[in-house]
């Protein structure tokens, strides 16, 4: 009953913002296209599309808002202007009641707060969807007292998010069997992606192994602050780390007042974003303003300081050499490479003209070449190469729409920093190093090192592998492989031979030399 009840709460908002409209004009049915007009009739319709879709998934509720965000980051499959209409929803959430904050902190640790913690401040310092946090200070293992900041899941997520989800997963099985680009916009794969970000929110723990992970890669780097997490006080539902003291870095005029040093905070910016991807291969893929902060403390002036760490981005080997061979290709406005790396890397399919993909490409990437540096926005020229790419059915990868979704973010908030922020020549040094080590001998050097241990335990099995091979080939096989094992015991007695009579040669040069030395003196 209370599922029929939200599902009927969902249509009203749906009738009340014209959503219906919006989808069913896009219908092949002629039938529905007329029932799309009826239910619009006497409403005010004038506001965008996109305005109007932000404003429903604000009306329906925290999980319909974060499902926007998500949905904003595949720019592959929106329009232009519902995206970034959707990027500018907001986690306006009212906190929820500190007691059930302590409860749930009690639940988790088995014991009173007063207990965990030696101060625990009661009112909230941030309120979201997903969960709030409060400050507090403990003794951690050592007896050192430490101030912190307590993460506290929401109460009840997990029934309103599946059956939200439920909700969600028909109106995509909908949209897709009744829609003409049903198939091409993937709902029901969107929905799927949107339940796994959820689902990993919702798991505190792995948000700070995420931070772990983050603050040991970034250990040395001296640019960029992330919390501490203490593992003995972390659970599920509640998560403890290093409070961070900083200023928001949305806040300019006040950083300039203390002295920061605005171009080189958005160049740092990029520096740690380039070092992030192309380096570890692990992002902090929910860089926006409002998890992003600027220390003020003299020991660490003008750093970053990251937070909230629900989601993360990952790049594999094969990824990035995908990534630095288009980028090179892209220098080199080889466009036509461009087209092939994406067939052969299975995103088009096997039929797609190539000529065809290499014009599209050419069409969105040359007129970037006609402005200075400092103009090009390599996020928005991804951004309109997913856009083309639905011509074509590519297969965007999850992993790169993020990279996208967060360079766009990086690039949005350098220029805002500093607007004569050149992102090419700030990345130019770092992009060249690593292309080097990723397609130079440096690379095939680590490979190397990498398969030691591997070639280490097979060198000694050969012989047996060989004795076995020959036992088990047919007579002309073994035959062969004796021909070449003969060759191969030739080319050892000759290069043995080379060798000693080389040596023998320098020694008997040494002798005659200390012998006319001798006979000098």
């Known amino acids: 009953m209370k599922q029929f009840l939200r599902g009927g709460a969902i249509l009203w908002v749906v009738f009340r913002y014209g959503l219906d409209a919006m989808v ?79 409860a749930t902190i009690e639940r988790a640790f088995r014991r009173p707060v007063d207990e965990v913690f030696t101060f625990f401040d009661r009112v909230p310092v941030a309120s979201a969807s997903i969960a709030q946090v409060h400050f507090a200070t403990l003794r951690d293992r050592h007896g050192i007292e430490r101030e912190v900041a307590v993460k506290v899941l929401r109460p009840g997520m997990l029934p309103v998010i599946e059956k939200d989800l439920s909700l969600m997963r028909m109106m995509a099985g909908w949209v897709e069997s009744l829609s003409a680009d049903g198939k091409r916009l993937k709902p029901r794969e969107v929905v799927a992606e949107f339940d796994n970000y959820l689902h990993d929110e919702l798991d505190l723990v792995r948000e700070a192994a995420n931070a772990a992970q983050l603050r040991r890669n970034m250990t040395g780097l001296d640019l960029v602050l992330i919390p501490e997490i203490f593992w003995d006080f972390c659970h599920p539902e509640v998560m403890v780390m290093q409070r961070m003291n900083g200023v928001p870095i949305s806040q300019i005029e006040r950083l300039r007042d203390a002295g920061v040093d605005i171009p080189k905070l958005a160049r740092d910016g990029v520096t740690i974003f380039f070092t992030q991807v192309f380096r570890d291969g692990f992002f902090h893929a929910d860089m926006h303003p409002g998890n992003i902060q600027v220390s003020l403390d003299p020991a660490t002036f003008g750093r970053y300081i990251s937070l909230d760490f629900g989601i993360v981005g990952t790049l594999t080997e094969s990824d990035k050499e995908y990534l630095a061979q ?134 000694p099995e050969l012989p047996r592998l060989l004795h076995d091979a020959l036992r088990q080939r047919p007579a002309d096989q073994q035959q062969a492989l004796r021909e070449l094992l003969e060759v191969q015991h030739r080319t050892n007695r000759l290069l043995q031979s080379i060798i000693y009579g080389g040596v023998g040669f320098v020694l008997g040069l040494l002798a005659m030399q200390l012998f006319v030395r001798m006979r000098i003196f």
């Not at 890397?345 to 993909?357: A, F, I, K, M, Y």
């Not at 973010?409 to 020549?425: C, Q, T, V, Y």
Request: aromatic share 10%; proline share 8%.
């Open 326 to 459: 288009n980028f090179v290709a892209f220098f080199r406005r080889d466009y036509k490479r461009v087209a092939e790396l994406h067939i052969e890397s299975g995103w088009v399919p096997p039929e797609t003209r190539v000529n065809d993909l290499e014009s599209a490409i050419r069409a969105v990437c040359e007129p970037y070449f006609d402005r200075p540096l400092k103009e090009i926005s390599l996020g928005m020229v991804l951004m309109r190469l997913f856009q083309t790419s639905r011509r074509f059915h590519v297969e965007i990868q999850p992993q790169l729409v993020l990279l996208q979704k967060t360079l766009l973010n990086i690039e949005g908030l350098g220029r805002e920093l500093d607007p004569e922020l050149d992102l090419w020549s700030t990345a130019k040094p770092f992009l060249e190093k690593w292309m080097l080590e990723q397609m130079g001998p440096q690379r095939l050097w680590r490979e190397l090192r990498a398969e030691a241990p591997h070639y280490a335990k097979l060198i």
């Open 24 to 102: 069913l004009d896009s219908f092949q049915k002629p039938w529905l296209r007329s029932v799309s007009r009826v239910l619009s009739f006497g409403r005010n319709l004038d506001a965008p599309r996109g305005q109007r879709l932000r404003l429903a998934l604000e009306r329906l509720g925290p999980i319909f808002v974060k499902f926007g965000q998500v949905l904003s980051t595949r720019r592959d499959l929106l329009p232009p202007d519902v995206a970034d209409e959707l990027a500018r929803l907001q986690d306006r959430v009212p906190p929820f009641d500190p007691e059930i904050a302590i």
